[in-house]
């Protein structure tokens, strides 16, 4: 069973759409910056999972 799912998100500065490996392993509420694919600008990535399920992801700009 692997620790990490493929999941997309849209950079909140150029809209492109940016993958990111997540790891179960790291609780059921995440935060981390993440540098977008496209634009290279820092992006605050909130993640909620339930159980092996990614229950929400929240992408926004690091300032706000």
């Known amino acids: 069973m692997s620790l990490e799912q493929?999941?997309?998100?849209?950079?909140?500065y150029?809209?492109?759409s940016n993958g990111l490996?997540?790891?179960?392993s790291g609780g059921s509420n995440q935060k981390f910056v993440v540098d977008c694919e496209v634009c290279c600008?820092?992006?605050?990535v909130?993640?909620?999972?339930?159980?092996?399920?990614i229950?929400?992801?929240?992408?926004r700009r690091e300032n706000e």
């Open 6 to 12: 493929e999941e997309n998100f849209l950079c909140p």
């Open 21 to 24: 490996a997540v790891d179960f």
């Open 46 to 53: 909130r993640l909620k999972l339930s159980g092996r399920t």
């Open 55 to 59: 229950a929400a992801v929240d992408a």
């Open 14 to 16: 150029c809209g492109q």
């Open 41 to 44: 600008a820092p992006i605050v």
